[in-house]
């Protein structure tokens, strides 16, 4: 049957005397949607969130903290700070200097600083922030820090925030007395907007005064929380409608050694005796190199606890299984050496969901949460391959399994989605009776589109599916040139139709990596772009959003001439009922660059005369969204009605559509 479009198209063609060379035409298509049967229950955990602190995400992100280095337990102990009126070479007799100062050798809080004032009015310290410091005019900061009075007599610190020209833009002054640390608080509101301030600290009186822990937040931030986190990031998240959250990562569990790797115990209690931790990615490209990159854990696993409670998500938390990122090291734990490791997974099993009368219970009590988080879900290692992987999987499994049988267990099938190692460990999984299988694809464009139906052949009675990291890749893997457009979001919204589609088998899946500073990324695509004021969803995070709200509850079929729609004349649908909402939901891609004609047939129940249709569509494929067009490609609504059992609809050139219509 000859379309409107079609016959509009060919008529145009005709008089213009050309005709449409390399645009293909398409005949109207039928589906039929079938209410009568539901396939499989939609998972809520179908479309979730994956956490790792790349590109800044956390520190100089996600965690509202502004201050690079707080406790000087850098590496190089001042990275972040300087002070520009003094001269390493000289007595500084007309400012003064600070030098970093050990407490003692170990763990936890190492450092502080020794400040030397020797004349009040020329001694300045500064810190740059993460990429400088987001400041809002009129919001409000709360600026900490403890101090001790070592010798002499500096009477007060005055901290000042200034612009990127050095203009002061808040102050305040704040008495310091006394020869045992102290906590010192103020709150500040600034008279300016600016992207890229700054901090500086200067003294009243001279001698010597010890800091530590030198804090800076803003209040308005997730929930009011104190050491909370950026809202509109949160909020972000939270539009997200997240069935889980992943975290801490990625390759950052694993770490480029083992003795880098995280260690949740290490990120919980008291923030200010949580010990510093260099980023793995802060020097893991060489096109992005990134040395001032840490982990201070002010975001720590309590904290990505309360977060999947703040969104509504299934916590996911990954842990180490004993071997370091394969990419890099690939460091070892021998077997006889893995109990500790795996008593850390056992511990946080305890830590989220044990009473307060356990150790690790009362720990989390102890932080504010005496109620369990509930915990469901382990990981078991992030991206690791070969039977190193599964020898130390198995030990994990038993020992998990035979203490907490109700916890789920996530295992890993490796970095990519076929070859030697996927097909090695997919077995081995298999043969185990593995739970959950945690598959990782970067791809092109094409693969996604190629790959709707990579799901329809897994054996409906082996492990479920956990999409756990996947993004188009424009370019290739990694690749700094990699962009978040039109063309990788248009992808993988195809793609998803297979996933939810197969949600007998997929039950978890989450786009990577989730977020990226403007200025401290290392990894791109990323879902979500922010530099120190604003943040924004690409084009990649529309298509997370729409299928996240729209996941329905229960998976139905939609097929042309009894067929599953996966690509033919590049359409691609999947369809579910939301037994909530009383809705059919069909969500059809068209990733052609023509109009498409459709016919929808509505059987097994009848529907409401009209509906809405949630389009996402963009005619160039290069297009992204940006600070300055945050919105450039994001969602609108129009209404669609509905004859009898029967629709039509036009699907617009390179879009995602998202058909909701009641059901009487
Ligand atoms: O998402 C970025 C990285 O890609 C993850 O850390 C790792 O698991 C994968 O290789």
Redesign the pocket.
């Known amino acids: 049957m000859i379309t409107e479009t079609i016959k509009k198209a060919g008529l145009a063609a005709v008089l213009a005397g050309t005709f449409l060379a390399g645009n293909t035409l398409f005949a109207q298509k039928e589906l039929t949607v079938d209410m009568s049967e539901t396939i499989a229950p939609i998972q809520p955990t179908m479309y979730g969130i994956?956490f790792?602190d790349?590109n800044f995400a956390a520190d100089g992100g996600l965690y509202a903290e502004m201050i690079k280095n707080r406790s000087f337990e850098f590496t190089i102990p001042m990275m972040g700070w300087s002070q520009p009126n003094s001269d390493r070479h000289s007595y500084n007799n007309e400012s003064g200097y600070a030098l970093p100062v050990k407490y003692f050798e170990g763990e936890g809080n190492l450092n502080f600083l020794r400040v030397q004032v020797k004349n009040a009015e020329g001694y300045e310290l500064h810190n740059e922030g993460f990429r400088g410091m987001g400041i809002k005019e009129g919001d409000t900061y709360r600026f900490t820090f403890d101090a001790k009075q070592m010798a002499g007599a500096v009477s007060a610190v005055k901290a000042e925030l200034l612009d990127e020209e050095g203009n002061t833009i808040a102050e305040a002054s704040i008495p310091v007395s006394g020869s045992e640390w102290s906590n010192y608080k103020a709150e500040i509101v600034p008279n300016k907007t600016v992207m890229k301030g700054s901090l500086k600290l200067t003294f009243e009186g001279t001698g010597e005064l010890g800091l530590d822990m030198i804090s800076l937040f803003p209040t308005d931030t997730w929930n009011g929380r104190e050491n909370g986190l950026r809202k509109d990031l949160v909020q972000l998240l939270y539009d997200l409608d997240p069935g889980f959250l992943r975290f801490p990562?990625?390759?950052?569990v694993e770490g480029r050694t083992l003795a880098r790797r995280y260690q949740w115990k290490k990120t919980v209690g008291p923030v200010d005796e949580r010990p510093s931790l260099v980023n793995r990615w802060n020097t893991e490209f060489d096109h992005r190199l990134t040395p001032d990159y840490y982990q201070s854990f002010g975001l720590g696993f309590f904290e990505y606890f309360q977060l999947s409670e703040d969104l509504g998500a299934e916590p996911l938390p990954i842990l180490s299984c004993g071997i370091v990122c394969q990419?890099n090291t690939g460091e070892l734990v021998p077997m006889d050496e893995l109990g500790p490791y795996v008593q850390d997974a056992l511990d946080l099993i305890e830590f989220a969901n044990g009473s307060t009368d356990t150790p690790w219970g009362k720990v989390r009590a102890d932080m504010g949460h005496p109620e369990p988080f509930n915990m469901k879900y382990i990981g078991v290692g992030?991206?690791q391959w070969g039977p190193e992987y599964i020898e130390r999987y198995k030990v994990f499994n038993k020992a998990i399994s035979e203490k907490y049988p109700e916890i789920i267990i996530v295992s890993g099938s490796g970095?990519f989605p076929d070859g030697d190692y996927f097909e090695y460990g997919m077995k081995e999984l298999k043969e185990m009776g593995a739970e959950i299988i945690d598959e990782?694809y970067?791809r092109s464009p094409e693969w996604f589109r190629e790959n709707a139906t990579r799901y329809d052949s897994y054996d409906r009675n082996g492990p479920k599916i956990f999409a756990g990291?996947y993004?188009a890749q424009s370019v290739a893997i990694?690749s700094p040139d990699n962009k978040n457009n039109w063309e990788t979001a248009l992808s993988e919204a195809a793609f998803m139709t297979g996933l939810e589609r197969n949600a007998e088998v997929v039950q978890l899946t989450s786009y990577?990596?989730l977020m990226a500073h403007a200025e401290g990324w290392q990894?791109t695509p990323d879902m979500i772009w922010f530099n120190n004021l604003e943040s924004y969803g690409t084009p990649n995070y529309y298509v997370q959003k729409l299928y996240s709200t729209n996941k329905g509850t229960d998976l139905i079929s939609v097929t042309q001439n009894g067929e599953d729609l996966v690509g033919q004349d590049e359409l691609y649908a999947s369809a579910t009922l939301d037994s909530e909402a009383k809705e059919v939901v069909l969500k059809v891609v068209n990733t052609s660059s023509e109009a498409q004609e459709i016919q929808l047939n509505f059987k097994g129940k009848s529907i409401k005369n009209k509906g809405k249709v949630i389009v996402l569509k963009e005619e160039n494929l290069t297009q992204e969204n940006s600070f300055d067009a945050q919105e450039a490609i994001s969602p609108s609504t129009e209404e669609i009605k509905v004859k009898g059992d029967s629709a039509s609809y036009e699907v617009a050139p390179y879009s995602l559509n998202i058909i909701r219509i009641p059901v009487k």
């Open positions: 994956f790792e790349i990562g990625g390759c950052i990419f992030n991206e970095p990782h970067y990291e993004a990694a990577a990596p990894w």
